[in-house]
């Protein structure tokens, strides 16, 4: 017993030179509930300010890089939902596009603005569990349980539109697996009714929030130019003040039908980030509105417009497969993976919930791509953890990790 | 009087001349190579030169061509100009026995990360960088996994107990 109280020196196992430095060496995570994500960060610590950190990222590497090399293009998709997967459906159209724009296919105006419809909730999902996880971990959990049932809303969409929540696999090359019913339609009115009061109480419980502003005003700050060096994208760019937006900039999926307004931030710290995204949802909720009328404006035969005439690549509906020669054949060759794609080399880029996710492809008119790679942006900015959090307290550095709205998903690969 | 691909090509080859060469458009991105020694120089124009400005850097990653003999691993930017908004890609081919090629770091602080993740899965050795290990792999690895010839494993095997996993 006096044994475990007192252990004997040989027991007690420090590391060189640990008692002569004046510092504390701190592990958060990889597996600490404050990390929300598998993702480590070694804190050197003077007291409780943070004299430097090195982050460890790698733990849930799945190698989809390599995996997409032996994979047909509508396998991969199944892939880019596991990336980010508070947003899976931005990864989902992102890569459809990538991969339209490879073979030239070309989308009618109403799956565009389909696709704009479940990109801009799939935002607002995304921002609002950032936002509310800023906010739990600055204290605050009420928001974070109210809005919850919000998001579930939108994962109900989801459901209605492609049968699953999370990793949703939703679309296909060239549209959508099949047309919105009536009841992802009246879910969809149901959320726009609803939800702008629920995010006006949301603002109203955080944004002039005594102690709310007191955690997060300063905390983790950046310049547009150190900002711009890191490669920050998306709504962390945006807080430092930098108006880059890959919607604006390079529009896809017809959003330069639309217009919105892009929030931009002052000094890039973790209340400005939160602003920009809380300002982001209502410019996204602006977009949905005006998307949903734009497809409401589609009658008739228009109104059954879900996906591009590319039998290449398109699966033909199983009424088809069962009595024509032609759709038979399509579906053998799609499903079997044997349409050779043509060789080409695309880059492109899509606004993902934290920032512009790019996809790489290079083919050599294979069967599946010679090399894809991810742009992932949380991979890219959260090397600048460091710098932001150099002399901080220990509780900023949590919340300067969440606002980033860091995903382990996305930042692994 | 917004840039142009013909602008940026014009400006590079009166900079370096023959040095740079193979420029392409697909998808409507400009593409051009330049032997491995100039990659810092080409970089630091692009970043530097007042009307072209790519200060950017996107993305940076690395392909292996294993039948091209002298030039295996290419080393692609992804860059950016901001103001004018243009793409660029950049490409500086290696060959895989001595795959070194100089760091963007200095230039670029995104570099940093993207230069870890490109030698952790095809070995370019970044000369200059300041913290040249794995990111994503374990440190223990002793292979570079994305290069060619180590193919994925054959999902038809037989010879595998692994009852656990449903094979």
């Known amino acids: 017993m006096s044994e475990i109280l007192h252990p004997k020196e040989k027991h007690i196992k420090l590391p060189e030179g640990s008692v002569e430095k004046q510092t504390t060496t701190l592990n958060l995570g990889p597996t600490h509930p404050a990390t929300h994500g598998v993702f480590q960060n070694i804190l050197e610590m003077d007291g409780e300010r943070i004299v430097s950190a090195e982050q460890t990222v790698g733990y849930i590497h799945r190698a989809f890089e390599k995996l997409a090399e032996r994979r047909p293009l509508y396998q991969i998709t199944t892939l880019t939902d596991r990336l980010n997967y508070c947003s899976s459906p931005i990864n989902n159209m992102g890569w459809h596009l990538t991969c339209e724009k490879l073979l030239g296919v070309k989308t009618p105006k109403r799956v565009d603005y389909l696709r704009v419809i479940i990109m801009e909730l799939s935002r607002i999902s995304d921002h609002l569990i950032c936002n509310s996880v800023v906010g739990v971990d600055s204290g605050a959990f009420t928001g974070f349980l109210y809005v919850m049932q919000y998001r579930e809303l939108i994962y109900e969409i989801y459901e209605e539109v492609c049968g699953s929540r999370l990793t949703t696999n939703m679309g296909r090359i060239g549209g959508f697996e099949r047309n919105f019913t009536n009841a992802a339609f009246e879910k969809l009115e149901k959320f726009l009714k609803e939800y702008p009061a629920v995010l006006k109480e949301f603002e109203n419980l955080f944004t002039r929030n005594r102690i709310f502003m007191e955690r997060t005003i300063g905390a983790g700050p950046i310049s547009a130019e150190r900002a711009l060096n890191y490669g920050f994208t998306g709504p962390n760019l945006r807080a430092a003040g930098v108006d880059y937006d890959v919607r604006v900039h390079t529009p896809y999926s017809s959003y330069e039908d639309f217009e919105f307004e892009i929030p931009v931030g002052q000094t890039g710290d973790c209340y400005d980030r939160f602003l920009v995204r809380n300002q982001e949802m209502w410019q996204s909720l602006r977009i949905i509105n005006d998307a949903y009328k734009k497809v409401q404006e589609f009658k008739g035969a228009d109104a059954d417009i879900y996906h591009a005439d590319a039998p290449e690549y398109y699966l033909p509906s199983k009424k088809d497969v069962y009595t024509k020669m032609e759709a038979l054949i399509w579906h053998f060759k799609i499903v079997m993976g044997e349409t050779e794609i043509p060789p080409g080399e695309v880059y492109q880029s899509v606004e993902g919930g934290n920032g512009e996710l790019g996809f790489y492809l290079i083919s050599d008119g294979g069967r599946t791509p010679y090399r894809l790679h991810f742009r992932r942006p949380c991979f890219v900015y959260y090397q600048a953890y460091s710098e932001l959090t150099k002399g901080a307290m220990l509780s900023d550095a949590v919340i300067v990790m969440s606002s980033l709205n860091l995903i382990a998903g996305e930042m692994d690969a | ?167």
Do not use: C
Request: net charge negative; glycine share 4%; aromatic share 14%.
């Open chain 2, 1 to 167: 009087m917004a840039l142009t691909n013909e602008t940026i090509k014009e400006r590079l080859s009166q900079k370096f001349g023959e040095q740079v060469s193979n420029f392409e458009e697909p998808y409507g991105m400009l593409t051009f190579e330049s032997p491995k020694d100039m990659n810092l120089k080409v970089l630091q124009f692009l970043f530097n030169d007042e009307e072209l400005r790519f200060q950017f850097l996107t993305d940076l990653t690395a392909v292996h061509y294993p039948d091209k003999i002298g030039r295996e691993l290419a080393v692609v930017y992804h860059l950016h100009n901001l103001v004018d908004n243009i793409r660029i890609r950049f490409k500086v081919f290696t060959d895989i026995n001595t795959p070194d090629v100089f760091t963007a770091t200095q230039l670029y602080s995104s570099a940093n990360w993207m230069e870890r993740e490109t030698y952790d899965f095809y070995g370019v050795n970044f000369v200059g960088h300041p913290n040249l290990k794995r990111i994503l792999n374990v440190d223990e690895m002793d292979y570079f996994p994305m290069l060619k010839q180590y193919p994925l494993e054959d999902q038809t095997r037989i010879d595998k107990d692994d009852a656990m996993f449903g094979r």
